[in-house]
């Protein structure tokens, strides 16, 4: 059956909030482990000057459980994909785009297929590849992931309990990892393997460099998922980019240090930068 808008706008449970007399408009993409909800501290601050679109990742949240058919969901190109339907669903172009980690490298690879969908992006912790190799630093070895795709397959709660607060950091506030390890949790059983291997599996290094956008990227000074010099990657192979090292710690700052991100970013997401 051919696919349609309103099939593109159910399976993603689409939130609009905002002004729906602006002119411009602020699509968010999560990341892995949380759904729209982790953006709550941050779309109110532009509620009055921007439509926003907040959506679940097919796979988390409250998406369309049927939407997830494992052999579509093993790469990130399916989830550029379905973010480039869904802004042809709402007949949208140019728009602000704001993503996190895996989130934030579908927005990416969406732009690069599709420039005009986009005006321009922000990718808080995001990575053209995960796994170490030759001259690059990934934040990974190879034998890092088989323990992680092992704990995973063994025990998806205990694995979680002991992934949240790694990649969350800011240890002396331990309500952050527990409210990502529930999160992580309630991704379904069956997919949670599938989506990790499509985020710690890729390797979009060669592509990268064929984004022109203007792009933003938010990185923290400390962060367990994505090293330092992978940030600086992205930045050197995206022409015109911004990298901005943010004071705080932790692969999640727009749930850890909101204010920060919002700090950092909302130049650029008007217009000024």
Not at 8 to 34: M, Y
Not at 230 to 252: K, N, P
Request: net charge negative; charged share 25%.
């Amino acid at each position: 059956m051919p696919h349609t808008a309103a099939d593109s706008i159910r399976k993603h449970h689409l939130s609009l909030a905002g002004n729906p007399q602006a002119e411009r408009v602020l699509v968010f993409a999560h990341g892995f482990g949380t759904d729209q909800r982790a953006w709550d501290a941050i779309w109110p601050h532009y509620a009055a000057d921007f439509r926003i679109v907040r959506f679940d990742n097919v796979g988390a949240g409250r998406s369309d459980p049927q939407a997830f058919e494992q052999h579509r969901y093993l790469t990130m190109e399916r989830y550029a994909q379905d973010l480039n339907e869904l802004l042809d669903a709402l007949d949208l172009r140019d728009v602000v785009f704001v993503g996190h980690s895996m989130g934030a490298l579908a927005g990416l690879l969406a732009a690069i297929e599709r420039p005009e969908q986009f005006a321009r992006l922000v990718a808080i912790g995001a990575s053209a590849r995960y796994l170490d190799d030759v001259g690059y630093q990934g934040g990974f070895s190879e034998a890092d992931l088989n323990a992680l795709y092992r704990a995973v397959t063994t025990g998806r709660d205990a694995w979680a309990d002991a992934f949240a607060p790694v990649a969350m950091g800011n240890r002396d506030r331990p309500e952050l990892a527990a409210h990502f390890a529930e999160t992580i949790k309630s991704v379904p059983a069956d997919a949670v393997l599938t989506v990790l291997c499509s985020i710690f599996q890729s390797d979009y290094r060669e592509r990268i460099g064929r984004l022109e956008r203007p792009t933003l990227l938010l990185q923290t000074r400390e962060d367990a998922a994505v090293p330092q010099a992978a940030a600086e990657y992205l930045h050197r192979s995206i022409r015109g980019s911004e990298l901005v090292v943010l004071e705080a710690e932790g692969h999640l700052p727009h749930l850890s240090a909101p204010q920060q991100v919002l700090a950092a970013m909302d130049g650029f997401i008007r217009g000024h930068g």
